[in-house]
Protein backbone atom coordinates (compact mmCIF):
# COMPACT_ATOMS: atom_id res chain seq x y z
CA UNK A 1 0.00 0.00 0.00
CA UNK A 2 1.22 3.33 -0.66
CA UNK A 3 1.93 5.85 2.16
CA UNK A 4 1.77 9.10 2.28
CA UNK A 5 4.16 10.98 5.15
CA UNK A 6 1.91 14.56 5.06
CA UNK A 7 -0.62 12.69 6.00
CA UNK A 8 0.27 11.88 9.35
CA UNK A 9 -0.34 14.97 12.06
CA UNK A 10 1.67 17.75 13.25
CA UNK A 11 1.75 18.80 16.33
CA UNK A 12 1.09 22.60 15.66
CA UNK A 13 2.12 24.12 19.47
CA UNK A 14 0.90 26.92 18.22
CA UNK A 15 0.19 29.89 20.57
CA UNK A 16 -3.74 29.83 20.72
CA UNK A 17 -5.79 33.02 19.51
CA UNK A 18 -6.68 35.72 22.20
CA UNK A 19 -9.20 35.29 24.36
CA UNK A 20 -8.72 31.61 24.85
CA UNK A 21 -8.36 30.31 28.45
CA UNK A 22 -5.83 28.48 29.99
CA UNK A 23 -7.47 25.36 30.48
CA UNK A 24 -8.82 25.02 27.06
CA UNK A 25 -5.17 25.99 25.53
CA UNK A 26 -4.15 23.09 27.71
CA UNK A 27 -6.91 20.88 26.62
CA UNK A 28 -5.40 21.11 22.69
CA UNK A 29 -2.17 20.87 23.48
CA UNK A 30 -3.10 17.22 24.68
CA UNK A 31 -5.79 16.85 21.51
CA UNK A 32 -2.44 17.57 19.28
CA UNK A 33 -0.47 15.72 21.09
CA UNK A 34 -2.58 12.40 21.03
CA UNK A 35 -3.28 13.21 17.44
CA UNK A 36 0.45 13.28 16.76
CA UNK A 37 1.01 9.93 18.23
CA UNK A 38 -2.32 8.27 17.02
CA UNK A 39 -4.47 7.94 19.92
CA UNK A 40 -7.49 9.19 18.50
CA UNK A 41 -10.11 8.09 21.06
CA UNK A 42 -8.36 10.30 23.83
CA UNK A 43 -7.99 12.86 21.76
CA UNK A 44 -11.61 12.93 20.89
CA UNK A 45 -12.67 12.87 24.25
CA UNK A 46 -10.63 15.88 25.26
CA UNK A 47 -11.51 17.79 22.45
CA UNK A 48 -15.46 17.63 23.30
CA UNK A 49 -15.04 17.94 27.19
CA UNK A 50 -15.60 21.74 26.09
CA UNK A 51 -17.13 23.66 23.35
CA UNK A 52 -14.56 26.47 21.71
CA UNK A 53 -12.78 27.62 18.07
CA UNK A 54 -9.61 26.36 18.86
CA UNK A 55 -11.03 22.43 20.31
CA UNK A 56 -13.41 22.24 17.33
CA UNK A 57 -10.86 22.80 14.83
CA UNK A 58 -8.77 20.34 16.34
CA UNK A 59 -11.55 18.17 15.94
CA UNK A 60 -11.73 18.90 12.19
CA UNK A 61 -8.10 17.81 12.08
CA UNK A 62 -8.89 14.63 13.80
CA UNK A 63 -11.07 13.68 11.78
CA UNK A 64 -9.10 14.75 8.71
CA UNK A 65 -6.08 12.48 9.71
CA UNK A 66 -8.78 9.53 9.85
CA UNK A 67 -9.60 10.04 6.39
CA UNK A 68 -13.04 11.02 7.18
CA UNK A 69 -13.50 14.20 4.95
CA UNK A 70 -17.01 14.63 5.55
CA UNK A 71 -16.95 14.77 9.55
CA UNK A 72 -13.57 17.11 9.17
CA UNK A 73 -15.26 19.84 7.07
CA UNK A 74 -18.33 19.63 9.23
CA UNK A 75 -16.16 20.75 12.07
CA UNK A 76 -14.14 22.95 10.63
CA UNK A 77 -17.11 24.34 8.98
CA UNK A 78 -18.52 24.74 12.64
CA UNK A 79 -15.39 26.83 13.62
CA UNK A 80 -17.52 30.10 11.97
CA UNK A 81 -15.34 31.90 9.25
CA UNK A 82 -15.73 35.85 10.71
CA UNK A 83 -12.11 35.43 12.80
CA UNK A 84 -8.69 34.81 10.84
CA UNK A 85 -8.43 31.02 11.94
CA UNK A 86 -12.23 30.74 11.13
CA UNK A 87 -11.21 31.47 7.54
CA UNK A 88 -8.55 28.72 8.08
CA UNK A 89 -10.29 26.72 9.46
CA UNK A 90 -13.41 27.05 6.45
CA UNK A 91 -10.35 26.48 4.23
CA UNK A 92 -9.90 23.51 5.54
CA UNK A 93 -13.00 21.83 5.37
CA UNK A 94 -13.15 22.71 1.48
CA UNK A 95 -9.71 21.13 1.11
CA UNK A 96 -11.25 17.97 2.72
CA UNK A 97 -13.91 18.14 0.23
CA UNK A 98 -11.25 18.56 -2.87
CA UNK A 99 -12.38 22.37 -3.68
CA UNK A 100 -9.04 23.92 -4.09
CA UNK A 101 -9.66 26.71 -5.67
CA UNK A 102 -12.11 28.33 -2.93
CA UNK A 103 -9.87 26.73 -0.29
CA UNK A 104 -7.33 28.95 -0.85
CA UNK A 105 -10.02 31.82 -1.16
CA UNK A 106 -10.48 31.43 2.42
CA UNK A 107 -6.84 31.38 3.14
CA UNK A 108 -5.48 34.58 1.29
CA UNK A 109 -8.91 36.32 3.11
CA UNK A 110 -7.14 34.89 6.35
CA UNK A 111 -3.84 36.21 5.24
CA UNK A 112 -5.25 39.76 4.36
CA UNK A 113 -7.63 40.00 7.13
CA UNK A 114 -4.02 39.50 9.42
CA UNK A 115 -2.20 41.91 6.25
CA UNK A 116 0.21 38.82 6.11
CA UNK A 117 1.80 39.86 9.50
CA UNK A 118 0.51 36.90 11.60
CA UNK A 119 3.17 33.88 11.52
CA UNK A 120 0.93 32.14 13.43
CA UNK A 121 -1.91 32.09 10.75
CA UNK A 122 0.38 31.50 8.09
CA UNK A 123 1.84 28.57 9.83
CA UNK A 124 -1.66 27.35 10.49
CA UNK A 125 -2.50 27.62 7.05
CA UNK A 126 0.65 26.09 5.71
CA UNK A 127 0.07 22.69 8.00
CA UNK A 128 -3.36 23.06 6.07
CA UNK A 129 -1.65 22.29 2.76
CA UNK A 130 0.80 19.77 4.52
CA UNK A 131 -2.31 18.14 5.90
CA UNK A 132 -4.02 17.74 2.78
CA UNK A 133 -3.90 15.37 -0.41
CA UNK A 134 -3.82 18.68 -2.67
CA UNK A 135 -0.62 18.23 -4.91
CA UNK A 136 -0.33 21.79 -6.12
CA UNK A 137 2.51 23.28 -2.94
CA UNK A 138 2.69 26.48 -4.33
CA UNK A 139 1.06 28.52 -2.45
CA UNK A 140 1.69 26.70 0.49
CA UNK A 141 5.63 27.47 -0.03
CA UNK A 142 4.59 31.30 -0.79
CA UNK A 143 3.01 31.48 2.90
CA UNK A 144 5.76 29.55 4.02
CA UNK A 145 8.21 32.15 2.80
CA UNK A 146 6.35 35.10 4.04
CA UNK A 147 5.76 33.32 7.95
CA UNK A 148 9.70 32.93 8.11
CA UNK A 149 10.52 36.38 7.25
CA UNK A 150 8.22 37.43 9.68
CA UNK A 151 9.65 34.82 12.27
CA UNK A 152 13.38 35.93 11.59
CA UNK A 153 14.35 33.05 12.38
CA UNK A 154 13.46 29.26 11.92
CA UNK A 155 10.43 27.65 13.76
CA UNK A 156 10.59 23.94 14.46
CA UNK A 157 6.96 23.90 13.66
CA UNK A 158 6.75 25.60 10.79
CA UNK A 159 10.14 23.90 9.18
CA UNK A 160 8.02 20.45 9.75
CA UNK A 161 5.09 21.73 7.48
CA UNK A 162 7.68 23.27 5.14
CA UNK A 163 9.03 19.41 4.92
CA UNK A 164 5.60 17.94 4.85
CA UNK A 165 4.75 20.14 1.92
CA UNK A 166 7.68 19.51 -0.19
CA UNK A 167 6.92 15.71 0.97
CA UNK A 168 3.55 16.35 -1.70
CA UNK A 169 6.23 16.48 -4.66
CA UNK A 170 7.95 13.36 -6.01
CA UNK A 171 11.22 15.14 -5.98
CA UNK A 172 10.89 16.87 -3.29
CA UNK A 173 13.43 14.79 -0.71
CA UNK A 174 15.87 17.06 -0.34
CA UNK A 175 14.28 20.66 0.35
CA UNK A 176 11.95 18.10 2.76
CA UNK A 177 14.71 17.07 4.85
CA UNK A 178 16.81 20.07 4.73
CA UNK A 179 13.34 21.41 6.60
CA UNK A 180 13.27 18.63 9.33
CA UNK A 181 17.62 19.53 9.69
CA UNK A 182 16.33 22.81 10.38
CA UNK A 183 13.89 22.20 12.65
CA UNK A 184 16.20 19.96 14.98
CA UNK A 185 18.45 22.55 14.70
CA UNK A 186 15.78 24.98 15.86
CA UNK A 187 14.72 22.69 18.63
CA UNK A 188 17.12 19.67 19.09
CA UNK A 189 14.21 17.88 21.65
CA UNK A 190 11.37 18.17 18.87
CA UNK A 191 10.54 14.21 18.93
CA UNK A 192 8.38 14.88 16.33
CA UNK A 193 11.21 16.63 13.73
CA UNK A 194 13.21 13.51 14.39
CA UNK A 195 10.12 11.19 13.27
CA UNK A 196 9.52 13.23 10.13
CA UNK A 197 13.50 12.58 9.14
CA UNK A 198 13.29 8.91 9.58
CA UNK A 199 9.93 8.64 7.61
CA UNK A 200 11.83 10.45 5.04
CA UNK A 201 14.92 7.93 4.95
CA UNK A 202 12.93 4.79 5.16
CA UNK A 203 11.34 6.20 2.09
CA UNK A 204 14.48 6.46 0.62
CA UNK A 205 15.88 3.11 1.72
CA UNK A 206 18.58 4.80 3.96
CA UNK A 207 17.74 2.12 6.56
CA UNK A 208 20.77 3.21 9.39
CA UNK A 209 20.01 6.72 9.06
CA UNK A 210 15.80 6.01 9.35
CA UNK A 211 17.27 3.55 12.79
CA UNK A 212 19.12 6.19 14.39
CA UNK A 213 16.37 9.24 13.87
CA UNK A 214 13.73 6.96 14.50
CA UNK A 215 15.36 5.87 18.03
CA UNK A 216 15.97 9.33 18.67
CA UNK A 217 13.06 10.09 18.76
CA UNK A 218 11.69 7.36 20.69
CA UNK A 219 14.43 8.15 23.13
CA UNK A 220 13.12 11.66 23.16
CA UNK A 221 9.86 10.91 23.89
CA UNK A 222 9.40 6.59 24.79
CA UNK A 223 6.09 6.84 24.24
CA UNK A 224 5.96 8.19 20.83
CA UNK A 225 3.91 5.21 19.06
CA UNK A 226 4.36 6.25 15.06
CA UNK A 227 8.10 6.05 15.22
CA UNK A 228 7.60 2.21 16.08
CA UNK A 229 5.13 2.22 13.08
CA UNK A 230 8.07 3.33 10.97
CA UNK A 231 10.47 1.32 12.48
CA UNK A 232 8.27 -1.68 11.26
CA UNK A 233 8.21 -0.38 7.64
CA UNK A 234 11.98 0.15 7.93
CA UNK A 235 12.49 -3.89 9.14
CA UNK A 236 10.40 -4.61 6.73
CA UNK A 237 11.98 -3.41 3.58
CA UNK A 238 15.21 -5.06 5.21
CA UNK A 239 14.11 -7.82 5.22
CA UNK A 240 14.28 -8.49 9.05
CA UNK A 241 10.65 -9.76 9.64
CA UNK A 242 10.93 -10.57 12.88
CA UNK A 243 11.80 -7.27 14.33
CA UNK A 244 9.35 -5.59 12.06
CA UNK A 245 6.80 -7.69 13.54
CA UNK A 246 7.60 -6.49 16.62
CA UNK A 247 8.10 -3.38 15.86
CA UNK A 248 4.58 -3.26 15.03
CA UNK A 249 3.48 -4.93 17.72
CA UNK A 250 5.11 -2.02 20.07
CA UNK A 251 3.39 0.59 17.89
CA UNK A 252 -0.09 -0.75 18.58
CA UNK A 253 0.34 -1.23 22.27
CA UNK A 254 1.53 2.36 22.23
CA UNK A 255 -0.81 4.38 19.98
CA UNK A 256 -4.02 2.46 21.18
CA UNK A 257 -6.41 -0.45 20.44
CA UNK A 258 -8.88 0.71 17.85
CA UNK A 259 -10.13 0.02 14.71
CA UNK A 260 -7.69 2.29 12.81
CA UNK A 261 -4.81 0.54 14.86
CA UNK A 262 -5.88 -2.78 13.98
CA UNK A 263 -6.35 -1.55 10.30
CA UNK A 264 -2.59 -0.70 10.22
CA UNK A 265 -1.76 -4.20 11.83
CA UNK A 266 -4.04 -5.53 9.00
CA UNK A 267 -2.28 -3.30 6.36
CA UNK A 268 1.48 -5.05 7.76
CA UNK A 269 0.10 -7.94 7.97
CA UNK A 270 -0.77 -8.17 4.40
CA UNK A 271 2.63 -6.66 2.97
CA UNK A 272 4.26 -9.35 4.79
CA UNK A 273 2.34 -12.08 3.14
CA UNK A 274 0.44 -13.06 6.40
CA UNK A 275 -2.73 -13.42 4.18
CA UNK A 276 -4.88 -15.30 6.40
CA UNK A 277 -4.02 -13.60 9.63
CA UNK A 278 -4.67 -10.48 7.98
CA UNK A 279 -7.78 -11.56 6.41
CA UNK A 280 -8.88 -11.75 10.41
CA UNK A 281 -7.91 -8.50 11.26
CA UNK A 282 -9.55 -7.00 8.24
CA UNK A 283 -12.53 -8.43 9.36
CA UNK A 284 -12.81 -7.20 12.90
CA UNK A 285 -12.17 -3.93 11.17
CA UNK A 286 -15.00 -4.21 9.01
CA UNK A 287 -17.72 -5.41 11.76
CA UNK A 288 -16.69 -2.31 13.66
CA UNK A 289 -16.37 0.12 10.59
CA UNK A 290 -17.93 -1.32 7.85
CA UNK A 291 -17.14 1.65 5.71
CA UNK A 292 -13.22 1.64 5.88
CA UNK A 293 -11.89 2.10 2.81
CA UNK A 294 -8.66 0.70 3.15
CA UNK A 295 -10.08 -2.54 4.85
CA UNK A 296 -12.53 -2.88 1.95
CA UNK A 297 -9.90 -2.83 -0.38
CA UNK A 298 -8.08 -5.36 1.45
CA UNK A 299 -10.33 -7.75 1.62
CA UNK A 300 -10.84 -8.91 -1.47
CA UNK A 301 -7.10 -8.38 -2.09
CA UNK A 302 -6.94 -11.07 1.14
CA UNK A 303 -9.63 -13.41 -0.07
CA UNK A 304 -7.39 -13.83 -4.02
CA UNK A 305 -4.77 -14.66 -1.71
CA UNK A 306 -6.20 -16.96 0.51
CA UNK A 307 -7.58 -19.15 -2.54
CA UNK A 308 -11.61 -17.66 -2.20
CA UNK A 309 -11.74 -16.21 -5.35
CA UNK A 310 -15.45 -16.13 -5.71
CA UNK A 311 -15.69 -14.44 -2.51
CA UNK A 312 -13.02 -11.80 -3.67
CA UNK A 313 -14.93 -11.29 -6.68
CA UNK A 314 -18.08 -10.11 -4.53
CA UNK A 315 -15.83 -8.03 -2.15
CA UNK A 316 -14.01 -6.17 -5.70
CA UNK A 317 -17.21 -5.53 -7.13
CA UNK A 318 -18.22 -4.06 -3.45
CA UNK A 319 -14.98 -2.19 -3.12
CA UNK A 320 -15.36 -0.81 -6.73
CA UNK A 321 -18.95 0.48 -5.98
CA UNK A 322 -17.93 2.66 -2.94
CA UNK A 323 -14.80 3.58 -3.75
CA UNK A 324 -13.90 7.67 -5.06
CA UNK A 325 -12.62 8.05 -8.29
CA UNK A 326 -9.39 9.35 -7.55
CA UNK A 327 -9.08 7.18 -4.26
CA UNK A 328 -8.40 3.74 -7.09
CA UNK A 329 -4.90 3.01 -7.32
CA UNK A 330 -3.62 0.72 -9.99
CA UNK A 331 -3.13 -2.20 -7.29
CA UNK A 332 -6.99 -2.36 -7.37
CA UNK A 333 -7.26 -2.82 -11.32
CA UNK A 334 -4.68 -5.66 -10.92
CA UNK A 335 -6.23 -7.44 -8.13
CA UNK A 336 -9.75 -6.90 -9.76
CA UNK A 337 -8.78 -8.43 -13.12
CA UNK A 338 -6.64 -11.26 -11.36
CA UNK A 339 -9.97 -11.82 -9.26
CA UNK A 340 -12.09 -11.84 -12.17
CA UNK A 341 -10.35 -14.39 -14.51
CA UNK A 342 -9.50 -16.47 -11.01
CA UNK A 343 -13.32 -16.54 -10.97
CA UNK A 344 -14.20 -17.74 -14.24
CA UNK A 345 -14.82 -14.05 -15.56
CA UNK A 346 -10.84 -14.01 -17.74
CA UNK A 347 -12.53 -12.02 -20.55
CA UNK A 348 -13.69 -9.35 -18.44
CA UNK A 349 -10.46 -9.72 -16.09
CA UNK A 350 -8.38 -9.31 -18.99
CA UNK A 351 -10.66 -6.04 -20.43
CA UNK A 352 -9.89 -4.53 -16.98
CA UNK A 353 -6.22 -5.04 -16.78
CA UNK A 354 -5.87 -3.73 -20.21
CA UNK A 355 -7.85 -0.81 -19.38
CA UNK A 356 -5.37 0.22 -16.45
CA UNK A 357 -2.21 -0.50 -18.53
CA UNK A 358 -3.53 1.54 -20.89
CA UNK A 359 -4.12 4.99 -17.57
CA UNK A 360 -0.96 3.79 -16.53
CA UNK A 361 2.01 6.09 -16.60
CA UNK A 362 4.23 4.74 -14.41
CA UNK A 363 6.67 2.32 -15.98
CA UNK A 364 7.17 -0.06 -13.33
CA UNK A 365 3.43 -0.49 -12.54
CA UNK A 366 2.95 -1.19 -16.27
CA UNK A 367 5.34 -4.11 -16.12
CA UNK A 368 3.49 -5.58 -13.60
CA UNK A 369 -0.14 -5.32 -15.33
CA UNK A 370 1.58 -6.58 -18.09
CA UNK A 371 2.75 -9.54 -16.12
CA UNK A 372 -0.89 -9.60 -14.49
CA UNK A 373 -2.65 -9.65 -18.43
CA UNK A 374 -0.42 -12.63 -19.38
CA UNK A 375 -1.65 -14.63 -16.08
CA UNK A 376 -5.28 -13.92 -16.74
CA UNK A 377 -4.22 -15.14 -20.79
CA UNK A 378 -2.83 -18.39 -18.89
CA UNK A 379 -6.07 -18.97 -16.54
CA UNK A 380 -8.06 -18.80 -20.08
CA UNK A 381 -5.71 -21.41 -22.17
CA UNK A 382 -4.99 -18.55 -24.19
CA UNK A 383 -1.01 -19.53 -24.08
CA UNK A 384 -0.38 -17.63 -27.30
CA UNK A 385 -1.20 -14.36 -25.98
CA UNK A 386 0.66 -15.05 -22.82
CA UNK A 387 3.74 -15.98 -24.56
CA UNK A 388 3.16 -12.93 -26.70
CA UNK A 389 3.73 -10.54 -23.29
CA UNK A 390 6.58 -12.88 -21.81
CA UNK A 391 8.71 -12.84 -24.87
CA UNK A 392 8.61 -8.70 -24.93
CA UNK A 393 8.71 -8.74 -20.78
CA UNK A 394 11.75 -11.03 -21.40
CA UNK A 395 14.07 -9.20 -23.62
CA UNK A 396 15.06 -7.43 -20.04
CA UNK A 397 16.94 -10.40 -19.38
CA UNK A 398 14.72 -10.88 -16.37
CA UNK A 399 15.49 -14.74 -15.45
CA UNK A 400 11.93 -14.51 -13.43
CA UNK A 401 10.00 -13.19 -16.79
CA UNK A 402 12.13 -16.01 -19.00
CA UNK A 403 11.03 -18.98 -16.58
CA UNK A 404 7.50 -17.47 -16.73
CA UNK A 405 7.71 -17.36 -20.43
CA UNK A 406 8.79 -20.86 -20.69
CA UNK A 407 6.47 -22.40 -18.27
CA UNK A 408 3.53 -21.04 -20.95
CA UNK A 409 5.44 -22.56 -23.86
CA UNK A 410 4.82 -25.61 -21.92
CA UNK A 411 1.75 -25.58 -20.81
CA UNK A 412 0.63 -24.43 -24.25
CA UNK A 413 2.77 -27.89 -25.21
CA UNK A 414 5.05 -25.96 -27.23
CA UNK A 415 7.83 -27.85 -25.87
CA UNK A 416 10.76 -27.21 -28.24
CA UNK A 417 10.63 -23.35 -27.34
CA UNK A 418 10.15 -24.33 -23.92
CA UNK A 419 13.27 -26.13 -23.71
CA UNK A 420 15.09 -23.17 -25.45
CA UNK A 421 13.90 -20.63 -22.94
CA UNK A 422 15.28 -22.78 -20.37
CA UNK A 423 18.42 -23.57 -21.50
CA UNK A 424 18.93 -20.05 -21.15
CA UNK A 425 18.19 -20.37 -17.44
CA UNK A 426 20.77 -23.02 -17.06
CA UNK A 427 22.93 -21.33 -18.75
CA UNK A 428 22.59 -17.85 -16.80
CA UNK A 429 21.54 -19.29 -13.23
CA UNK A 430 23.98 -23.24 -13.57
CA UNK A 431 22.81 -23.87 -9.76
CA UNK A 432 19.23 -23.01 -10.32
CA UNK A 433 17.59 -26.69 -9.49
CA UNK A 434 13.52 -25.68 -10.59
CA UNK A 435 14.42 -24.77 -14.20
CA UNK A 436 15.92 -28.30 -14.74
CA UNK A 437 13.40 -29.97 -13.53
CA UNK A 438 10.65 -27.81 -15.65
CA UNK A 439 12.63 -28.08 -18.30
CA UNK A 440 13.01 -31.98 -18.04
CA UNK A 441 9.41 -31.64 -18.10
CA UNK A 442 9.07 -29.95 -21.32
CA UNK A 443 11.34 -32.69 -22.57
CA UNK A 444 9.24 -35.47 -21.50
CA UNK A 445 6.86 -33.57 -22.98
CA UNK A 446 8.89 -34.06 -26.43
CA UNK A 447 9.61 -37.51 -25.70
CA UNK A 448 6.31 -39.10 -23.69
CA UNK A 449 7.01 -42.58 -24.19
CA UNK A 450 10.65 -41.99 -22.60
CA UNK A 451 12.50 -44.14 -25.29
CA UNK A 452 14.87 -41.07 -26.42
CA UNK A 453 15.53 -40.28 -22.91
CA UNK A 454 15.09 -36.03 -23.46
CA UNK A 455 14.77 -35.59 -20.31
CA UNK A 456 17.66 -37.75 -18.90
CA UNK A 457 20.44 -35.01 -18.73
CA UNK A 458 17.80 -32.67 -16.78
CA UNK A 459 16.70 -34.83 -14.34
CA UNK A 460 20.14 -36.03 -13.48
CA UNK A 461 21.11 -32.79 -12.92
CA UNK A 462 18.20 -31.75 -10.54
CA UNK A 463 19.61 -35.43 -8.70
CA UNK A 464 22.96 -34.10 -8.77
CA UNK A 465 21.93 -30.19 -7.37
CA UNK A 466 19.72 -32.24 -4.71
CA UNK A 467 22.84 -33.70 -2.89
CA UNK A 468 25.05 -30.19 -3.01
CA UNK A 469 25.85 -28.77 0.43
CA UNK A 470 23.05 -27.33 1.80
CA UNK A 471 20.28 -28.41 -0.20
CA UNK A 472 17.01 -28.53 1.66
CA UNK A 473 15.82 -32.22 1.11
CA UNK A 474 12.30 -31.22 2.06
CA UNK A 475 12.06 -29.06 -1.14
CA UNK A 476 13.83 -31.36 -3.40
CA UNK A 477 11.79 -34.67 -2.36
CA UNK A 478 8.63 -34.31 -4.72
CA UNK A 479 11.08 -33.60 -7.83
CA UNK A 480 13.36 -36.58 -6.84
CA UNK A 481 10.43 -38.72 -7.09
CA UNK A 482 9.64 -37.50 -10.72
CA UNK A 483 13.16 -37.36 -11.54
CA UNK A 484 14.16 -41.22 -10.15
CA UNK A 485 10.50 -42.51 -11.51
CA UNK A 486 11.39 -41.11 -14.70
CA UNK A 487 14.89 -43.20 -15.26
CA UNK A 488 13.72 -46.14 -13.68
CA UNK A 489 11.15 -46.20 -17.34
CA UNK A 490 14.05 -44.99 -18.91
CA UNK A 491 17.22 -47.62 -17.94
CA UNK A 492 14.09 -50.44 -18.29
CA UNK A 493 13.37 -49.43 -21.60
CA UNK A 494 17.41 -49.81 -22.02
CA UNK A 495 17.56 -53.29 -21.03
CA UNK A 496 19.14 -52.18 -17.83
CA UNK A 497 16.73 -53.81 -15.50
CA UNK A 498 19.43 -53.52 -12.39
CA UNK A 499 19.76 -49.47 -12.55
CA UNK A 500 15.86 -49.55 -12.84
CA UNK A 501 15.50 -51.30 -9.79
CA UNK A 502 17.80 -48.71 -8.43
CA UNK A 503 15.76 -46.13 -9.79
CA UNK A 504 12.22 -47.33 -8.34
CA UNK A 505 14.09 -48.46 -4.49
CA UNK A 506 15.22 -44.43 -4.53
CA UNK A 507 11.08 -43.48 -5.56
CA UNK A 508 10.20 -45.33 -2.31
CA UNK A 509 12.66 -44.29 -0.16
CA UNK A 510 11.52 -40.69 -0.74
CA UNK A 511 7.57 -41.79 -0.79
CA UNK A 512 6.46 -45.07 0.73
CA UNK A 513 3.19 -45.55 -0.83
CA UNK A 514 3.99 -44.69 -4.72
CA UNK A 515 1.75 -47.67 -5.70
CA UNK A 516 3.33 -47.02 -9.55
CA UNK A 517 7.16 -47.86 -8.08
CA UNK A 518 6.22 -50.48 -5.84
CA UNK A 519 3.92 -52.65 -8.86
CA UNK A 520 7.06 -51.88 -11.20
CA UNK A 521 9.66 -53.52 -8.30
CA UNK A 522 7.19 -56.30 -8.38
CA UNK A 523 7.71 -56.81 -11.94
CA UNK A 524 11.55 -56.11 -11.87
CA UNK A 525 12.09 -58.53 -8.70
CA UNK A 526 9.33 -61.32 -10.04
CA UNK A 527 10.68 -65.07 -10.86
CA UNK A 528 10.44 -66.17 -14.41
CA UNK A 529 6.96 -68.34 -14.71
CA UNK A 530 6.53 -71.44 -16.89
CA UNK A 531 3.59 -70.75 -19.54
CA UNK A 532 2.65 -72.35 -22.74
CA UNK A 533 1.83 -68.36 -23.87
CA UNK A 534 4.00 -65.30 -23.68
CA UNK A 535 3.44 -62.85 -21.72
CA UNK A 536 4.59 -59.35 -21.91
CA UNK A 537 4.83 -56.80 -18.87
CA UNK A 538 5.79 -53.36 -19.73
CA UNK A 539 7.39 -50.80 -16.68
CA UNK A 540 5.76 -47.86 -16.28
CA UNK A 541 6.17 -44.68 -14.38
CA UNK A 542 2.47 -45.42 -12.94
CA UNK A 543 0.46 -49.23 -11.57
CA UNK A 544 0.92 -51.59 -14.54
CA UNK A 545 -0.99 -53.64 -16.57
CA UNK A 546 -0.69 -57.01 -17.77
CA UNK A 547 -1.32 -57.98 -21.72
Known amino acids: MSFKPWKQSLLAALALMAGTTAATAQNVQKAQRAIEVGRYNEARALLRSQDSPELIYELGRLYQMRDMPDSAAFYFNKVGNT ?26 AAAKATKNKDAKILTMIAQAYAEADTKDMGKAQSYITTAQALNKKDEAELMVARGDVFLHSEKGGGDAMSSFDRAIAANPSYAQAYYKKGVLNVRSRNFNAARETLSKAIDLDPSYAPAYRELADMYYLAGQYDLALKSIQKYIELAEKSPTTDAQYAAFLYKSKKYPEALTEVTKVLQADPSNLTMNRLRPYLLYETGDFAGAATAMDTYMKMAPADKIIPEDYSYQGRILARAGRPDEGIKVIQKAIQTQTDPEKITELRRDLATAYTTK ?48 KPTYAPAYLARAKANAGLDPDAKKGLAKPSYEKYIELSKAEGADAAKFREGLVEAYGYLGVYNFQQGDKAAALGNFQQVIALDPENKGAQNNIEILTAKPKTATKTRTTTVKKGPVKKK
Open 381 to 428: KDYVNAASIYSQLAKTGDLTDQFRLATVFSAGKMYTRADSVYNIINTA
Open 83 to 108: TPMGMVAAGRALLAKGQVAAAEAQFD
